[in-house]
């Protein structure tokens, strides 16, 4: 699977990032290549209906990714530890109808 996703600020593209998750052996790995930073990969630590986790404990931030399916929903977050401290971001992404429709 492939993703991309970009930040824009007004008509400028300020950081984008490509993520290729793909199956090794029988984990799933998730490899990010962030823009101006060298690509890191993180392995599948649980694969269940509804959430998959990745972790990579040597990584200075996030540490860990992870995806949970809810109703009509998507929630998306990072985790770790930066300078000592904790730190969890959530992205929540919800459905919503195409223009056209």
Not at 38 to 63: C, G, I, K
């Amino acid at each position: 699977m492939v993703g991309l996703s970009r930040t824009v600020r007004g008509e400028e593209l300020t950081e984008y990032e490509l993520i290729v998750i793909r199956e090794r052996g029988d984990r799933l790995v998730y490899i990010a290549h962030p823009s101006g930073q060298p690509s890191a990969e993180f392995l599948s630590t649980t694969v269940a209906r509804t959430t998959v986790v990745f972790e990579n404990p040597a990584h200075d931030f996030p540490q860990r990714i992870g995806y949970r399916r809810e109703a009509g929903s998507l929630l998306a977050w990072v985790e770790g530890t930066r300078d000592g401290t904790s730190r969890r971001v959530e992205f929540p992404y919800r459905r919503v109808p195409c223009a056209g429709d």
